[in-house]
C-alpha cells in the first residue's frame, strides 16, 4: 500500500522553476518530489562540504602517528627532541584553526 496518497498541486514561473532545480542540483537531490517535501516540511535543505572535516581527520591521524613515534623514540632513548614537540604544537594548531573556521561555517548555516 502506498504511504504518500495526498496529491498538492501549484504553478511556478520559467524563472522561479530554473531556480528550484538549481538549488536541488546544488544539494545532490535528483527526485523532485523528494525535493518539495524537504524544503515543505523542514524548510530548508542544505549540503555539507565533507573536505573540511576529511582534512580536520587527517591532520588528527598524522599528528597521533607522530605522537606514537615520539612516545617510541623517548621510550628507546629516554628524552624527546625539541624539534618534535615544535613540529606536534604546529600541527596541533593547525588542526584547532580548521575546526574553528568549519564550527564557524556550520554556525552561518541559516
Known amino acids: ?26 544539494i545532490g537531490i535528483h527526485n523532485m518530489g523528494a525535493y518539495l517535501r524537504k524544503m515543505a516540511m523542514d524548510g530548508y535543505c542544505f549540503n555539507l562540504d565533507p573536505k573540511p572535516v576529511l582534512e580536520i581527520s587527517s591532520l588528527i591521524r598524522r599528528c597521533s602517528s607522530n605522537l606514537n613515534q615520539y612516545a617510541k623514540r623517548a621510550n628507546e632513548t629516554g628524552s624527546i627532541y625539541a624539534e618534535d614537540i615544535k613540529d606536534l604544537q604546529v600541527r596541533l594548531d593547525e588542526i584547532w584553526e580548521n575546526q574553528a573556521e568549519l564550527l564557524k561555517r556550520l554556525s552561518d548555516i541559516r
Open 1 to 26: 500500500m502506498r504511504e504518500k496518497t495526498e496529491m498538492l498541486h501549484f504553478r511556478v514561473s520559467p524563472q522561479e522553476l530554473a531556480r528550484i532545480n538549481q538549488k536541488r542540483h546544488e
